[in-house]
């Protein structure tokens, strides 16, 4: 699940750089014109399948882990699609403009054309900064996570190092019994042992006992 998780993360970073990619090329494309800007959104139109495919690939992570991780990933794929339908929409704008540019000109006149360019081209500015600030912000929120989650490998190989202390000094204990017990059967064999020398003996002086009796109650007799 960890590898899982990072290979989540490589994705979302590759997409949010790119993301940022395609929102500079099309700030860039509404600068130029002509042939210039047709190769630019056409470099706009290969990063977008490029971010379709890494978004892709983001889905298919999500859906592969534990039902509560994956609810929160598959929100956070919602969003980058969202994201990735603005950029669209941004280019189909970008190349809207591109068609109706030289009609506007005509129209409007080359002062309020430019005029209009330029508040235009502000407009997307602030745009592409606040996508930067939210790109950065997704960024600092995997970092974050990834932090916690070394956190939190390093409290459960802690907690495994304990354990594995405890089942040592266990074992050790054990040992130690059995070697107590392995002393006391030998203490205990011994004294039967002993016992059972000291029945012999004991038995030995009896029956001597009773032959000299016996020899004596006959020579009596006799």
Not at 26 to 47: C, H, P
Not at 48 to 66: F, G, H, L, P, Q
Not at 141 to 170: D, F, V, Y
Request: hydrophobic share 35%; aromatic share 4%; glycine share 6%.
């Amino acid at each position: 699940m960890d590898d899982i998780s990072a290979l989540f993360n490589q994705y979302e970073n590759e997409y949010c750089n790119k993301s940022t990619d395609i929102s500079r090329k099309i700030n860039m494309a509404t600068t130029l014109s002509g042939e210039n800007k047709r190769k630019k959104l056409a470099e706009v139109d290969a990063d977008i399948r490029e971010a379709d495919n890494i978004i892709k690939k983001m889905d298919m992570e999500a859906r592969s882990v534990a039902p509560d991780r994956s609810k929160q990933l598959q929100n956070k794929v919602k969003e980058y699609k969202a994201d990735l339908a603005s950029l669209k929409e941004q280019l189909g704008k970008a190349r809207s403009s591109s068609n109706d540019y030289e009609a506007a000109r005509a129209e409007l006149g080359l002062g309020m054309d430019h005029a209009s360019s330029s508040q235009a081209q502000r407009d997307r500015m602030l745009s592409a900064t606040a996508r930067l600030e939210q790109s950065s912000e997704r960024l600092q929120a995997g970092k974050k996570m990834l932090a916690e989650t070394e956190e939190l490998g390093s409290g459960i190989l802690a907690n495994l190092a304990s354990q594995r202390e405890t089942i040592l000094h266990a074992r050790d204990t054990l040992h130690g019994a059995d070697d107590n017990i392995s002393r006391a059967r030998k203490i205990l064999s011994g004294m039967s042992r002993r016992m059972l020398q000291n029945k012999l003996i004991m038995f030995g002086i009896i029956g001597f006992l009773l032959t000299g009796i016996i020899l004596i109650i006959y020579f009596k007799v006799k």
